[in-house]
């Protein structure tokens, strides 16, 4: 059992920066590829970001690349999205979730997968 906790959301304008991180405890997030997804009012749940277990490997959705980077510090369990360059349109609920994917290097851009989701955090992105 993985417990995920996202923290770093907030209010900024548009252009402005923001850091997410999420947090896991319970067992070691080294296990685990990572990913990022979001959900604005009235749409599904969107990829947005994914690393992989060792970390070599990054992935991002087209709408956040060049802005977004996503990273991992395996010894502090922790898993971080910076977001730089902010839209409106980037405004949603972001989720970090753990996929007990077996490939050290690989990483999956469907929500389906993902094992283990965080309650969230908000970001808005005013104009």
């Known amino acids: 059992q993985v417990q995920l906790v996202e923290s770093g959301g907030g209010l900024v304008q548009a252009g402005g920066s923001l850091r997410l991180s999420c947090a896991a405890s319970?067992?070691?997030?080294?296990?685990?590829?990572m990913g990022w997804f979001r959900q604005a009012p009235g749409k599904e749940r969107e990829f947005v970001s994914a690393?992989?277990?060792?970390?070599?490997?990054?992935y991002y959705a087209d709408s956040v690349k060049g802005r977004f980077t996503i990273s991992r510090d395996n010894a502090k369990n922790t898993v971080y999205l910076q977001m730089n360059s902010l839209k409106p349109e980037d405004t949603a609920v972001y989720y970090c979730?753990?996929?007990?994917?077996?490939?050290?290097?690989?990483?999956?851009?469907?929500?389906?997968?993902?094992?283990?989701w965080g309650q969230g955090t908000q970001v808005t992105v005013s104009s």
């Open positions: 979730a753990a996929d007990l994917l077996q490939s050290s290097s690989g990483v999956r851009t469907l929500p389906g997968p993902y094992d283990y």
């Open positions: 319970g067992r070691t997030l080294s296990r685990y590829a």
């Open positions: 690393i992989s277990r060792s970390g070599d490997s990054t």
